[in-house]
C-alpha cells in the first residue's frame, strides 16, 4: 500500500497496527472512510450512462496504470472491490472512484516463486480472463476484468449474464476460443474500447497506459 501512495485512484492506506484478538496475532490497515459504498451497491441502484462510465473507466485506468508500474497484478478487480467518494475537482460527474482490496494481489516476485497450486483460479469468476483460469498471473487479466467493470457499469448487469453458476464461467474461459459478447446500444468507441480489453491473447490485449489514450476515456 506504501507503493500507492498519493494516488487518488486507489485507495490510500494511513498506517498499520499489530493487535493481539483472541489469541491471535493480526494486523490492521487503518484506511481511509468510504462515505458512499462500492460501485457494485451504486450499480446495482441503476446503470451508469456511458458518458459518466467513460469518466469512472479513466479512472480506474489511472489506478491500474500505478499498479502495474510497481509490478503488482490486482487479481480480483470488481465494481464491489470499488469504492466511491466524493469528487473534489467538480468534475461532470460527483464522484471519485478507488480501487481497493489487494487481498488476493500479486507482485511480480511473488508470481515467479508461487507454486502452480497457488496461481491457479485466483478472483471473482465473473470477472476472470480466460488465462487467469489456467493459472497465468500478469497484468493483462486486470486488464479483462475491467472491460467486464464497464459493461455492467453500462448495462447493469454482469458481462456474464447468459450464465447461472461460477462452475459455468470457469468452464467457458478454460475454453474460451471467441470474443466476448459485446453489449448492443453503445457507441462505436465503446465497442472498440471494450475489443481491446477482451483480446483474447493477453500479449494482444492493451495496458492500462495504452487506453488511458483509447478515444472512449480521453476526455
Known sequence: MKSFIGCEEIIQCYFGQPTLEKGHLTYNLFMEFTPYGSLGDFIRKRPIFEYEARVYTRMLLKGLSRIHRVGVVHCDLKPDNILIFPSSKG?????????????????????VNAECWDLNFRGTPLYMSPESVMGQIESPLDIWSLGCIVIEMITGIPAWKNIQT??????????????????????????????????????????????????????
Open 91 to 111: 468534475d461532470i460527474v460527483k464522484y471519485q472512484v478507488k480501487i481497493a482490496d489487494f487481498g488476493l494481489s500479486k507482485t511480480r516476485e511473488e508470481v
Open 166 to 219: 461460477s462452475e459455468e464461467v470457469m468452464l467457458k474461459l478454460a475454453f474460451f476460443t471467441e470474443q466476448r459478447m459485446i453489449p448492443n446500444g453503445v457507441s462505436s468507441d465503446c465497442r472498440d474500447f471494450l475489443s481491446k480489453c477482451f483480446m483474447i491473447d493477453p500479449n494482444q490485449r492493451w495496458a492500462a497506459d495504452m487506453l488511458l489514450n483509447h478515444p472512449f476515456s480521453c476526455l
